[in-house]
């Protein structure tokens, strides 16, 4: 982007006189002073910390100005300042300005699982025939959002946006700020329960991804979700459907798998064959819907094809790596529900091995009163005859750890605390050979990827 402090001013509602740096120009924005590129606009937002106090940083790191919602008397002297009321509303007013200035396609992508995936599948699809701009790594809220707005280039003719959600609200606000051109739906699962308490309601945020879509805007959802089918019977919008039953508009055929890959036909191009570098149907879907939207963009299937193939993931999304004494690692540790537990397992369990698979199991975070039943009962989705020992972590994992030695006395269990990641890493270096998988999967705020880390760290310097 390139913008003179007068466009910004206007966009932002300035409150303050600016005219002597009107004609200042500004290429990047950025929160954090410490990613600042030189010409850049800072932004300090009020958070943990008041990012106000950073701006010395700012004006080191090169920015050529910034956004002000404190007294002027406490800006620096001799420096481009906008003076604003809010900041946080000035950095979303300024992406929506900036979004009708590039006036790109937008797809928004939201989901209780997949969404990263989904995003990032359906951007490289989309890349064959247009210029794209994704959303980087999980920027999916109402900080994330405008940020990835504001990071297109101006030649940009697709923007693709992941949502995020914790609250009823979210999406309505993040829909309406972006306007999306298609909104695509996932899956309903049990992430963020603690806050919704039902699943049910769970689909109602969900669909509040709808709400800003535009004049003639399109709903892509997964058909086998019974909670989207009740919501959509009566929208007045065109929709499209995926998913693995007939009576979906897309569905998958001939799905086959290895320990890296999957690949699948479709009802759609049935001499088509799709292939992903990811394991479990569970991808296949969200490739489903990164083709539900190619069809709608009239992109060539073989296209498709191709993209898929070379897809270019974010991390930590069901990532094989190496390990300790050269161990195949499924690094799945950026984020964990029932949902996407059980599914993982499920893959994982039938991957190909010579050796053990080993399976690392970490707290699933915000399922509030249901959380120990919630971790219980994923003693269903882990096979004995496939698994040879399970490590769990967190307090909620006892729960399952109680299950298992109910249900499957025979199967090997071993709980550490939360903040016991050295010995559970140590455990694991002790067992593991270069024949052997292993399973890494929680929520991020469990940091089994310090656990990960250790490994590779303990590969490459054997």
């Given at each position: 982007?390139?913008?003179?402090?007068?466009?910004?001013?206007?966009?932002?509602?300035?409150?303050?006189?600016?005219?002597?740096?009107?004609?200042?120009?500004?290429?990047?924005?950025?929160?954090?002073?410490?990613?600042?590129?030189?010409?850049?606009?800072?932004?300090?937002?009020?958070?943990?910390?008041?990012?106000?106090?950073?701006?010395?940083?700012?004006?080191?790191?090169?920015?050529?100005?910034?956004?002000?919602?404190?007294?002027?008397?406490?800006?620096?002297?001799?420096?481009?300042?906008?003076?604003?009321?809010?900041?946080?509303?000035?950095?979303?007013?300024?992406?929506?300005?900036?979004?009708?200035?590039?006036?790109?396609?937008?797809?928004?992508?939201?989901?209780?699982?997949?969404?990263?995936?989904?995003?990032?599948?359906?951007?490289?699809?989309?890349?064959?025939?247009?210029?794209?701009?994704?959303?980087?790594?999980?920027?999916?809220?109402?900080?994330?959002?405008?940020?990835?707005?504001?990071?297109?280039?101006?030649?940009?003719?697709?923007?693709?946006?992941?949502?995020?959600?914790?609250?009823?609200?979210q999406l309505d606000f993040l829909?309406?700020?972006?306007?999306?051109?298609?909104?695509?739906?996932?899956?309903?699962?049990?992430?963020?329960?603690?806050?919704?308490?039902?699943?049910?309601?769970?689909?109602?945020?969900?669909?509040?991804?709808?709400?800003?879509?535009?004049?003639?805007?399109?709903?892509?959802?997964?058909?086998?979700?019974?909670?989207?089918r009740e919501r959509t019977q009566?929208?007045?919008?065109?929709?499209?459907?995926?998913?693995?039953?007939?009576?979906?508009?897309?569905?998958?055929?001939?799905?086959?798998?290895?320990?890296?890959?999957?690949?699948?036909?479709?009802?759609?191009?049935?001499?088509?064959?799709?292939?992903?570098?990811?394991?479990?149907?569970?991808?296949?879907?969200?490739?489903?819907?990164?083709?539900?939207?190619?069809?709608?963009?009239?992109?060539?299937?073989?296209?498709?094809?191709?993209?898929?193939?070379?897809?270019?993931?974010?991390?930590?999304?069901?990532?094989?790596?190496?390990?300790?004494?050269?161990?195949?690692?499924?690094?799945?540790?950026?984020?964990?529900?029932?949902?996407?537990?059980?599914?993982?397992?499920?893959?994982?369990?039938?991957?190909?091995?010579?050796?053990?698979?080993?399976?690392?199991?970490?707290?699933?975070?915000?399922?509030?009163?249901?959380a120990d039943t919630m971790h219980?009962?994923?003693?269903?989705?882990?096979?004995?005859?496939?698994?040879?020992?399970?490590?769990?972590?967190?307090?909620?994992?006892?729960?399952?750890?109680?299950?298992?030695?109910?249900?499957?006395?025979?199967?090997?269990?071993?709980?550490?605390?939360?903040?016991?990641?050295?010995?559970?890493?140590?455990?694991?270096?002790?067992?593991?050979?270069?024949?052997?998988?292993?399973?890494?999967?929680?929520?991020?705020?469990?940091?089994?990827?310090?656990?990960?880390?250790?490994?590779?760290?303990?590969?490459?310097?054997?």
């Open positions: 982007m390139k913008m003179q402090l007068s466009e910004i001013a206007h966009a932002v509602g300035a409150i303050n006189d600016f005219e002597q740096w009107r004609s200042v120009s500004v290429t990047s924005v950025a929160f954090d002073s410490r990613h600042l590129q030189p010409g850049g606009l800072f932004i300090p937002l009020t958070g943990e910390q008041d990012g106000h106090q950073f701006i010395q940083s700012a004006i080191d790191h090169g920015a050529a100005a910034t956004l002000w919602a404190r007294d002027l008397a406490t800006a620096p002297a001799n420096f481009p300042v906008i003076q604003v009321a809010d900041s946080l509303k000035a950095l979303q007013a300024l992406a929506q300005y900036y979004l009708t200035k590039i006036n790109p396609r937008v797809v928004a992508v939201t989901g209780s699982n997949g969404k990263t995936t989904t995003k990032d599948m359906i951007a490289s699809i989309l890349a064959t025939q247009f210029n794209v701009t994704k959303t980087h790594a999980n920027f999916n809220n109402e900080i994330g959002v405008p940020m990835t707005v504001l990071s297109m280039e101006p030649n940009t003719e697709m923007l693709v946006v992941e949502m995020g959600m914790d609250r009823p609200g829909s309406h700020l972006v306007a999306p051109d298609i909104a695509v739906i996932t899956m309903i699962g049990e992430a963020h329960i603690e806050f919704f308490g039902t699943r049910d309601k769970i689909a109602d945020a969900k669909m509040e991804i709808t709400h800003g879509l535009s004049e003639d805007g399109i709903l892509v959802y997964n058909g086998d979700e019974p909670l989207l009566d929208l007045n919008l065109q929709q499209h459907t995926f998913g693995q039953q007939t009576d979906d508009e897309l569905f998958a055929t001939k799905i086959a798998g290895t320990a890296t890959d999957t690949t699948f036909t479709t009802n759609l191009w049935p001499d088509k064959t799709f292939s992903i570098p990811m394991i479990g149907t569970y991808n296949v879907n969200n490739a489903l819907a990164a083709l539900a939207v190619a069809n709608v963009y009239r992109i060539r299937p073989e296209n498709a094809q191709r993209a898929l193939s070379t897809v270019n993931l974010t991390e930590n999304r069901a990532e094989w790596v190496k390990g300790t004494a050269g161990e195949d690692i499924l690094s799945d540790v950026y984020n964990s529900n029932p949902t996407a537990v059980k599914q993982v397992l499920a893959a994982f369990s039938q991957t190909p091995v010579t050796g053990k698979r080993y399976v690392v199991l970490g707290d699933m975070l915000e399922l509030g009163m249901q219980a009962d994923l003693a269903t989705a882990i096979d004995p005859t496939k698994i040879s020992h399970v490590y769990l972590v967190g307090s909620h994992m006892v729960a399952l750890q109680r299950r298992l030695a109910q249900e499957k006395p025979n199967l090997a269990v071993t709980h550490f605390a939360a903040d016991a990641l050295p010995a559970l890493t140590s455990a694991l270096q002790d067992v593991l050979t270069a024949d052997d998988q292993i399973l890494l999967k929680g929520s991020h705020g469990i940091h089994l990827e310090q656990v990960l880390a250790a490994l590779q760290d303990s590969h490459e310097n054997s």
